[in-house]
C-alpha cells in the first residue's frame, strides 16, 4: 500500500517536470532560450517559421502549407514583384482579392503567436533550470526501426552541406520529423520553381533561357525558404550541442561527487 | 600508498569512455571524482541566458541580412541582363558578408572573450584516487581518451 501511494506520488512529481528535449528513436525536439524578435522576423520572412524554429512542428507545417496555399492563391508573390518593379497598375489586377483577404490576418496573427510563444517559451526554460529534480533528455534511446543518441554534432559541417540541398542535413541531425515536412515543401519548390535548369542555364551563360523557366510566383518563396532552413539546421546543431553538455555535467554530478579529496590536504598529519 | 591523479576534459564521449574504463579496472566510484566547471560569464542574468540560448550564434545577422539581399537580387534580376539566380547568389553572398561584419562591429567588446572560449578548454576536472602501482596504467588511460593535460600529487 504504502510503495503503491510513493509510487503515485512520484508520478505525480514526474507530470510536473518540464523537460527541455525529449529524445525518442527516431527523432529529437528541444527547446532553448530564443530572442522573440528573431522568432517573429522568421515568421515576417515566413509565416510558420518562426513555430518551426520553437520546435512546434505541427502547427508550424499547417502555417507553412496555408502559405504556400493561399499565396498562391491570391498571386500575391507576383503582386509584391510587380510592385517592387514599378508595375502598380498590374500588381493591382493580378491580385485575388478574394483570398488576400484570409491572408492579411493569417499573417498578422502568426507572427504574433510565434513573438507570443518565443517569450512564454523563454519562461518555461527558466522554470526548467530552476527545478534542479527534472529529468533531462535520455542520451540512449532505440526502436526496432531507429537509433538515436546524444553526440556533439559540428556546426559548420551542416551549415556546409546545408548548402547543397539544405533538408538532407535533419538526417545528420537524427530529426526524423523535421525531414519530412521540410522534404515536402522543398519537394514541391525544386518542382515548380525550376530553378535547379534555371541555374544550370544561368551558369552557361544562357540568361534568357533561365529567365522564361523562372515565376515570381513560385521563385519568391525560396530565399526565405533556403536561408530559413539552413539557418534552423545550425540552431538545432548548436542546441543539440549545448544539450549534450548540459546532460553529461547532470550525469557527473550526480554519479561522481559521492568520494572526498580530504586526502589531497591532511598528508602532513598522517 | 595511494596517489592523486588530476586530469582536464572537454566534455565529450571519451570522458565517459575513459571513466567506464577506469571502472573495469577496479577503481571505486568513490574514487573517482568529476567536477564539471561552470562556463565564465560576466553576471548571473548573462550566464543563465548563454546556458539557455545553446550558444550565442554568431550568425544571426548574416542569416537576416543575407536572406533580405538574396530575396531583393531576386526580383530585380528578373529585370537585370544576368537574370535572378545570379542576382540572388550575388545577394545572398553580399548579405552574409555584410552580416558577419554588422556582427563583427556590435560585438566588438565582446569579441576578444569570445575568441579565447572558443578554444579548447577544460570543461571539467577529473580526480582520481589510485594506488602507486596503477599510476602508469591509468595514466595511459587518461591521455589515450583526450585528456588536455595531467598532473599528479603523492
Given at each position: 500500500?504504502?510503495?503503491?501511494?510513493?509510487?503515485?506520488?512520484?508520478?505525480?512529481?514526474?507530470?510536473?517536470?518540464?523537460?527541455?528535449?525529449?529524445?525518442?528513436?527516431?527523432?529529437?525536439?528541444?527547446?532553448?532560450?530564443?530572442?522573440?524578435?528573431?522568432?517573429?522576423?522568421?515568421?515576417?520572412?515566413?509565416?510558420?517559421?518562426?513555430?518551426?524554429?520553437?520546435?512546434?512542428?505541427?502547427?508550424?507545417?499547417?502555417?507553412?502549407?496555408?502559405?504556400?496555399?493561399?499565396?498562391?492563391?491570391?498571386?500575391?508573390?507576383?503582386?509584391?514583384?510587380?510592385?517592387?518593379?514599378?508595375?502598380?497598375?498590374?500588381?493591382?489586377?493580378?491580385?485575388?482579392?478574394?483570398?488576400?483577404?484570409?491572408?492579411?490576418?493569417?499573417?498578422?496573427?502568426?507572427?504574433?503567436?510565434?513573438?507570443?510563444?518565443?517569450?512564454?517559451?523563454?519562461?518555461?526554460?527558466?522554470?526548467?533550470?530552476?527545478?534542479?529534480?527534472?529529468?533531462?533528455?535520455?542520451?540512449?534511446?532505440?526502436?526496432?526501426?531507429?537509433?538515436?543518441?546524444?553526440?556533439?554534432?559540428?556546426?559548420?559541417?551542416?551549415?556546409?552541406?546545408?548548402?547543397?540541398?539544405?533538408?538532407?542535413?535533419?538526417?545528420?541531425?537524427?530529426?526524423?520529423?523535421?525531414?519530412?515536412?521540410?522534404?515536402?515543401?522543398?519537394?514541391?519548390?525544386?518542382?515548380?520553381?525550376n530553378?535547379?535548369e534555371a541555374?544550370?542555364y544561368?551558369?552557361?551563360?544562357e540568361f534568357e533561357k533561365s529567365r522564361e523557366l523562372l515565376d515570381?510566383?513560385?521563385?519568391?518563396?525560396?530565399?526565405?525558404?533556403?536561408?530559413?532552413?539552413?539557418?534552423?539546421?545550425?540552431?538545432?546543431?548548436?542546441?543539440?550541442?549545448?544539450?549534450?553538455?548540459?546532460?553529461?555535467?547532470?550525469?557527473?554530478?550526480?554519479?561522481?561527487?559521492?568520494?572526498?579529496?580530504?586526502?589531497?590536504?591532511?598528508?602532513?598529519?598522517? | 600508498?595511494?596517489?592523486?591523479?588530476?586530469?582536464?576534459?572537454?566534455?565529450?564521449?571519451?570522458?565517459?569512455?575513459?571513466?567506464?574504463?577506469?571502472?573495469?579496472?577496479?577503481?571505486?566510484?568513490?574514487?573517482?571524482?568529476?567536477?564539471?566547471?561552470?562556463?565564465?560569464?560576466?553576471?548571473?542574468?548573462?550566464?543563465?541566458?548563454?546556458?539557455?540560448?545553446?550558444?550565442?550564434?554568431?550568425?544571426?545577422?548574416?542569416?537576416?541580412?543575407?536572406?533580405?539581399?538574396?530575396?531583393?537580387?531576386?526580383?530585380?534580376?528578373f529585370?537585370?541582363?544576368?537574370g535572378?539566380?545570379?542576382?540572388?547568389?550575388?545577394?545572398?553572398?553580399?548579405?552574409?558578408?555584410?552580416?558577419?561584419?554588422?556582427?563583427?562591429?556590435?560585438?566588438?567588446?565582446?569579441?576578444?572573450?569570445?575568441?579565447?572560449?572558443?578554444?579548447?578548454?577544460?570543461?571539467?576536472?577529473?580526480?582520481?584516487?589510485?594506488?602507486?602501482?596503477?599510476?602508469?596504467?591509468?595514466?595511459?588511460?587518461?591521455?589515450?581518451?583526450?585528456?588536455?593535460?595531467?598532473?599528479?600529487?603523492?
Amino acid at each position: 500500500m504504502l510503495l503503491l501511494i510513493t509510487s503515485r506520488r512520484n508520478d505525480k512529481h514526474n507530470l510536473r517536470q518540464r523537460k527541455m528535449a525529449t529524445q525518442k528513436s527516431c527523432t529529437t525536439n528541444a527547446i532553448s532560450y530564443k530572442n522573440p524578435l528573431l522568432v517573429a522576423f522568421w515568421s515576417l520572412a515566413f509565416p510558420g517559421f518562426g513555430h518551426f524554429l520553437l520546435g512546434s512542428h505541427l502547427f508550424g507545417v499547417v502555417l507553412v502549407i496555408f502559405e504556400f496555399w493561399i499565396n498562391s492563391l491570391s498571386s500575391l508573390n507576383t503582386a509584391i514583384y510587380l510592385s517592387m518593379v514599378g508595375d502598380f497598375e498590374l500588381a493591382k489586377d493580378i491580385i485575388e482579392i478574394k483570398y488576400f483577404y484570409v491572408y492579411i490576418p493569417l499573417y498578422i496573427f502568426t507572427i504574433w503567436d510565434s513573438y507570443r510563444r518565443a517569450q512564454e517559451m523563454n519562461q518555461e526554460i527558466q522554470l526548467s533550470i530552476l527545478n534542479k529534480e527534472n529529468d533531462l533528455v535520455t542520451p540512449f534511446s532505440m526502436s526496432i526501426l531507429e537509433v538515436n543518441y546524444l553526440r556533439k554534432k559540428n556546426p559548420f559541417t551542416a551549415v556546409f552541406w546545408s548548402f547543397f540541398l539544405p533538408p538532407m542535413v535533419y538526417i545528420y541531425l537524427h530529426r526524423f520529423i523535421t525531414l519530412v515536412f521540410s522534404a515536402i515543401w522543398w519537394g514541391a519548390l525544386l518542382y515548380y520553381t525550376n530553378i535547379t535548369e534555371a541555374t544550370y542555364y544561368s551558369l552557361i551563360g544562357e540568361f534568357e533561357k533561365s529567365r522564361e523557366l523562372l515565376d515570381p510566383q513560385w521563385v519568391l518563396f525560396l530565399p526565405s525558404v533556403y536561408m530559413f532552413t539552413i539557418f534552423d539546421v545550425h540552431t538545432k546543431t548548436m542546441e543539440n550541442n549545448k544539450l549534450y553538455e548540459i546532460e553529461l555535467r547532470k550525469y557527473l554530478k550526480d554519479s561522481y561527487q559521492n568520494g572526498d579529496m580530504d586526502s589531497l590536504y591532511f598528508k602532513q598529519q598522517r | 600508498m595511494s596517489m592523486h591523479i588530476i586530469a582536464s576534459f572537454e566534455y565529450s564521449p571519451f570522458l565517459e569512455v575513459t571513466i567506464k574504463k577506469l571502472e573495469e579496472k577496479e577503481i571505486k566510484k568513490e574514487n573517482i571524482i568529476a567536477l564539471p566547471l561552470d562556463k565564465r560569464a560576466e553576471t548571473k542574468h548573462v550566464q543563465e541566458s548563454i546556458d539557455l540560448s545553446a550558444g550565442k550564434s554568431r550568425m544571426d545577422y548574416a542569416f537576416i541580412i543575407g536572406l533580405i539581399l538574396m530575396l531583393l537580387g531576386t526580383i530585380y534580376g528578373f529585370q537585370l541582363t544576368w537574370g535572378p539566380v545570379i542576382w540572388g547568389l550575388i545577394g545572398l553572398v553580399a548579405g552574409v558578408a555584410v552580416g558577419m561584419t554588422v556582427e563583427q562591429f556590435s560585438n566588438r567588446h565582446r569579441r576578444g572573450k569570445r575568441k579565447r572560449l572558443n578554444q579548447k578548454t577544460a570543461e571539467v576536472f577529473l580526480a582520481v584516487k589510485v594506488p602507486l602501482e596503477q599510476k602508469e596504467m591509468v595514466e595511459k588511460i587518461l591521455l589515450e581518451n583526450g585528456a588536455l593535460g595531467i598532473g599528479h600529487l603523492n
